[in-house]
């Protein structure tokens, strides 16, 4: 019989729990390490309809890249998809645990995933700390494109309806900067490391106006994080070979809605 601490103990090898940032609340959130665990399913947010596909496939563990709970709760209440989350998870007892900023600050996370979707190759952190883990990847496209190429080639790799963007130039595009998530804050970062594109989510109106040879692309943030769910399903499977480890196939936890 495995414990939740065995699973918790074979994620953080992967994504350490103190590299996470100041403000964010990765972590087991809900169970203790002691608790049996007898099958885990994997998913990016921990929504009440995660809940209860785990209650429908027997998953006492579920883990996630978004945290379920982020900040204190004032109250506990089922009609918030917070506190209604929460409230099934704990009758049911099913532990929960994310791994958010960790998995964002490995290369093999959440940032090196998207690299490895546009083939990138030499690919390294963008925003590296001391212990070699950080923020983003930067890295190269196999051959030069043309910022309408580019355009193309992403939204067929990442599989988008649309993709926000500055102004393409005429400026050739070879080496990218990426952050899965809401990476506005690492523009600078990318500007800095010679990169030509820089894609990530969330960007805001202002940071549209770009300096030239310098372009913006935003996919969204469920589209540029979503494929860590595989990578921490291949990881826990790998460490427990024997055991029962599903991934989420019925949920878009996305709640961005696009109109086209």
């Known amino acids: 019989m495995y414990r939740v601490g065995d699973i918790v103990r074979a994620i953080e090898d992967f994504a350490p729990l103190p590299i996470q940032e100041k403000w964010d609340n990765s972590g087991l959130c809900i169970g203790a390490p002691e608790n049996p665990v007898s099958s885990v399913l994997v998913g990016l947010d921990c929504t009440p309809e995660l809940v209860d596909e785990a209650v429908a496939c027997g998953a006492d563990m579920i883990v996630t890249h978004h945290p379920l709970i982020f900040s204190g709760l004032k109250k506990i209440s089922p009609d918030d998809p917070v506190g209604a989350a929460v409230i099934k998870a704990v009758s049911a007892g099913i532990s929960v645990y994310s791994a958010h900023t960790t998995a964002d600050k490995v290369i093999a996370g ?33 051959e030069p494109m043309t910022r309408e190429e580019a355009l193309a080639y992403v939204k067929e790799r990442f599989g988008l309806q649309v993709i926000r963007a500055s102004r393409p130039d005429g400026v050739m595009t070879r080496k990218v ?39 913006i692309m935003d996919i969204g943030h ?4 979503k494929y860590i769910v595989p990578i921490l399903f291949s ?26």
């Open 110 to 142: 959440v940032s090196g995933a998207m690299a490895e979707r546009l083939g990138l190759t030499d690919v390294r952190v963008l925003d590296p700390e001391a212990d070699g883990n950080g923020l983003g990847v930067v890295g190269y496209l196999h």
């Open 177 to 215: 900067a990426l952050c899965g998530g809401a990476g506005s804050s690492l523009i600078g970062k990318a500007v800095d490391a010679g990169a030509d594109l820089y894609i990530t989510g969330d960007v805001s109106y202002h940071h549209f106006f770009t300096s030239p040879g310098f372009m």
């Open 222 to 225: 469920y589209e540029s994080e």
């Open 235 to 260: 990881l826990i499977k790998k460490n427990f070979p024997n055991f029962a480890v599903h991934m989420t196939g019925n949920i878009n936890s996305n709640p961005v809605y696009y109109y086209v």
